[in-house]
């Protein structure tokens, strides 16, 4: 389970979280909304600790973790699994090594467990053969994918998903919104999606929060919001549901 | 003011860090097989430009010691004091030049496209530490590596001085390395081999925190390569300076000492 | 009338081929949307429009002169009549954002510092940003960046605009408004628009005529309308996203 509780997050003098209080409930799938610039990245960021709180407290399996030292942190990041909007892979390593990076880290395995947990990581986002490939020699969406493989391999009990689908084709997109399903459904773990892409958040997630200048604007399940007559909200969802 | 404070605000940025590189280097497990790599191929991407270096300035400070010595009729005496002057103070300085603008900007470089391509935060995000997994293995790379590659550039350097001698100024081989050990003393070879590890750590440092501290894109990086390099020549220069300093106390001290 | 046109164009990255004989004209004054799985080729087309990518094989005609003959000098014109936007848009760091937006006005020399002010303050309200109007590039979100390179691009009064996929990374409500800009821009001042998309809807709310790539080469060219009722599988399939069906989604 992960809490907020009054979370306040500045840069210089404008604020972006705005004393933001939510709990996500353990195994849900939650899409976090908004306009461009009104705090979902720094969100997922803050739960990962790459960036504090200036007030607030966040609260991750009974744990207050926002005052946790980098040292006391690396414990709490072993259960968050990033997707980051870049695929952010490692260059100088092959796909195979990218992928193997923190099960080598983090679990006494012998190279033939590593190998079975890379292979099944990449079957998971449905990809063979490109173990030796170096990130630069794949498409923009293959990354994506590497990537995703990446932070699944570890197994993580949170995920969260950082603008998963941009810049990828319809098809792609729609593989990935499937695989955030089935990966939540298989690792039993809770998801938290920044997205823009609003059919999938109408079909795959169980709560959608829409946030508007560092705040909660609405919070409710996709049938929920459906019927809301908030006028963000309307705003948001007018094109899919006309459709 | 505004200037000063900048100064010293990198100063102390880059000696805390060197702090944190220390403790993590002290505290956690570091892989061996990193710190190889890192060696190998800072030794692999810098030997032709120290050797070229090394070798230039032996032969230059031969050519400038011939012309004065020549007056004084006593080119007996070129390679030694070449060779000397050489190992103190001009082959350690110039050849660090060498191996900052090279070594320290694509360190820099490397670190700095990590960064804002949110591979470092990647890193974290896997639950490693960026410091014991990337920074610190680069930083004992360069250090060490570096150490070897000035001491062979200074090795360079005696052959540069060894052939210029012998086409400028006609001073044969021989000749030319007979005086070595006569003007040339374990204290200047001491010397010599603290200034490259004092310059090897300094560009390790130096490369490694901007490159880490990089922000704002492949503009930031840009930037951050530009400060490295600048950054670098002049704590190299002070650095040179200092350890003279220091040397010269020392050295003072224990002739008190012996006497 | 034709204001750029392909004949037989193959493009090839080292022994890979990327665009197999091409043959496409783009008519003055429409807006071209690019559609296409990831990595066959959209982007190549773009560039290979622009003048950016030489092919191997085939006449790129630009304007009508065979692009390829003509020295730099000679394009130089023509390349000043073209922007272009590119996925990642390379903002000045250390500009802030309306200073971002004047300084390519400021570098053509004919405006007054007063009609500069003026109209980098117009493109940034158009983009909804005028409340960052002195913050920096790094001070603002992803999105926001995006709309920033966007309005640099159109303050310029290009006469051709190329845009690779400007609303990635858009929430719905700002990706519909920036489309909505591009194309008041575009029948304000008559220019002729190529773009490569990710996303349908706004394929569907921009294009005049969509062309998808497939393969390395140009599957299909219609009105939004005649893409949607294509009789074509592949074309449905992408268009709707479907899992199933002769393309493969794995790639």
Partial sequence: MIEFKGLIKKFGNRTVLNGLDLIIREGEIVFILG????????????????????????WIDGEEVSRFSEDQYFSIRKKCGMVFQQPALFDSLTVFENIAFGLRRHFRLSEREVTDRVQLALKLVNIQGVEQKRPTQMSYGMQKRVSLARTIALQPKILLFDEPTTGLDPITTTVINHLIQDLSKQLKSTSIVVSHDMNCALSIADRIVVLDKGQIEAIGTPDELKKSQHPLVRDFLAEVLSL | MKFLA?????????????????TTLVNKKIRRSDVFTQIWSVIIASFPTTAMAGFFVGAIMTVQFALLMNEFGALGYLGGLSTSATVREIGPLLIAFMLSGKVGAFTSAELGTMRVTEQIDAIRCLGSDPLQEIIVPRFIGIVIASFFLLGFGLIM??????????????????????????VVNPVSILFGTVKCGSFAVVTATVSTYKGFTTTGGAKGVGKAVVSTSVMTMILIVLMDWFTSFIGDIVLQIARGYRS | MSIMSLQNVKVCFESQVILKSINLEIKRGEAFVIIGPSGQGKTTLLKTLSGLVTPQNGKV??????????????????????????????????????ENIAFPL?????????????????????????????????????GMQKRLGIARALALDPEIIFYDDPTAGLDPITAKKIIDLIIFLKNQQDSTIVAVTNDMNRAYQLADRIGM???????????????????????????????????????
Wanted: overall charge negative; hydrophobic content about 40%; aromatic content about 8%.
């Fill in chain 2, 157 to 182: 350097s005696i052959f540069g001085g060894m052939i210029l001698g012998d086409i400028f100024a006609g001073v044969n081989f021989q000749e030319y390395l007979r005086h070595i050990p006569t």
């Fill in chain 3, 61 to 98: 005609f630009i304007e009508q002169k065979e692009w390829l003959t003509l020295s730099f000098k000679e394009q130089l014109p023509v390349l000043r009549k073209m922007g272009i936007l590119f996925q990642k848009n390379a903002l000045f760091d250390s500009f802030t954002c309306i």
């Fill in chain 2, 6 to 22: 900048e100064i010293f605000g990198e100063l102390g940025g880059t000696l805390l860090f060197l702090k944190t590189i220390m």
């Fill in chain 1, 35 to 58: 306009t461009s610039g009104t705090g979902k990245s720094v969100l997922l960021k803050n739960i990962v600790g790459l960036m504090r709180p200036d007030e607030g407290e966040i």
């Fill in chain 3, 106 to 142: 400021q570098e053509l020399g004919t405006l007054t510092e007063r009609e500069i002010e003026k109209k980098a303050e117009y493109f940034l309200d158009a983009v909804g940003m005028a409340h960052a109007r002195d913050l920096f590039p790094d001070e603002i979100s992803g």
């Fill in chain 3, 213 to 251: 790539v497939i393969d390395g080469g140009l599957l299909m060219t219609g009105t939004p309308e005649e893409t949607r009722n294509h009789p074509d599988l592949r074309v449905q399939q992408f268009i709707h996203g479907n899992l199933t069906g002769p393309l493969n989604a794995m790639t």
